[in-house]
C-alpha cells in the first residue's frame, strides 16, 4: 500500500509539472525621437531629414515578428514628446500615423516621456512572474553608453531624455526569458552598452561598432564597411 501510495504521488507530481503553462512572452520594441531641423540644418551630414526613420524601421521589425507569429504579444513604446515637436517642422500631426502602425499590425502602443516610464513598463507594464520579455530591440538615437530618447529635438546636439548604461541596473532581475533575445539598432551600442545590459539582465544584447545608417525599407545597417555588429 505503502508503495502504491509513493508511486500515485509521484504520477500526480509528474502530470502537475507538465500541466503547468509557460510564461507569457512578450516582444517589445522602442523608438526612440527624431531630431529637429532647426538643429540640424546647417550640419555636413544632417540627422534625420525623414521623421519616420525610427518610426518605419520599428514597423519592419514589427512586421517581421507578426508574420513569423501572427499571435504574438508585441508592444511598442515611442518616445511622444520629440514627435510632438517634430508636428510644426512637418506641418501636420505626427501621432496619428504612428498609431495607424498599430492598428495595421494589431499591436499595444504604449507613449512615454522619460526613461523612469521605460523603465517602469520593462519591470511593471505586465505581471512578469507570467509574462516574460522574449524579445527587445531599440530603434533610435545611441551612443557607446546611452539610448539618447530626444537627441538634437529639445536641445542642439544633445540630449535631456536618456538611458544610460549605469541605470541599466534598475531593470528588475528576472524579467527577461532565459532565452531572450535582445539588440540595440543605434550607433555604437557595441562598444560599451551590451556589456551592462548583459551584467543587468542575463541576456546578450547585439549591438553595432560604428555607426549605423537606418534604411527606407530595411533595417538598419553598419553605416561603414568598418562597423559590424557584436554581443
Not at 517634430?86 to 492598428?103: A, F, T
Not at 533575445?181 to 551590451?194: L, N
Request: positive net charge; hydrophobic residues 40%.
Amino acid at each position: 500500500m505503502r508503495r502504491f501510495i509513493l508511486c500515485a504521488a509521484f504520477l500526480f507530481g509528474i502530470a502537475a509539472s507538465e500541466g503547468l503553462a509557460d510564461p507569457a512572452r512578450e516582444n517589445i520594441v522602442i523608438s526612440g525621437g527624431v531630431s529637429l531641423l532647426k538643429w540640424e540644418q546647417y550640419k555636413p551630414v544632417p540627422h534625420d531629414k525623414w521623421w519616420m526613420n525610427f518610426v518605419r524601421a520599428a514597423r519592419i521589425r514589427i512586421s517581421q515578428i507578426r508574420e513569423q507569429d501572427p499571435k504574438a504579444q508585441i508592444t511598442w513604446l515611442v518616445y511622444r514628446p520629440a514627435y510632438v515637436r517634430r508636428n510644426s517642422q512637418e506641418g501636420k500631426n505626427l501621432l496619428p500615423i504612428i498609431e495607424s502602425v498599430r492598428d495595421a499590425f494589431g499591436v499595444k502602443l504604449v507613449w512615454f516621456s522619460s526613461a523612469q516610464e521605460l523603465v517602469g513598463y520593462l519591470n511593471e507594464g505586465q505581471d512578469r512572474e507570467h509574462v516574460k520579455i522574449s524579445n527587445f530591440e531599440y530603434f533610435g538615437h545611441s551612443n557607446r553608453a546611452c539610448w539618447m530618447f530626444d537627441y538634437s529635438n529639445f536641445i542642439d546636439s544633445a540630449s535631456k531624455a536618456w538611458l544610460h548604461e549605469t541605470e541599466l541596473a534598475r531593470l528588475n532581475p528576472g524579467i527577461f526569458a532565459k532565452d531572450a533575445f535582445a539588440k540595440s539598432w543605434g550607433c555604437h551600442s557595441g562598444e560599451s552598452m551590451i556589456y551592462h545590459f548583459q551584467r543587468a539582465t542575463g541576456v546578450r544584447m547585439w549591438g553595432v561598432i560604428g555607426k549605423t545608417q537606418y534604411q527606407t525599407d530595411e533595417l538598419p545597417k553598419p553605416a561603414t564597411r568598418f562597423g559590424r555588429w557584436r554581443h
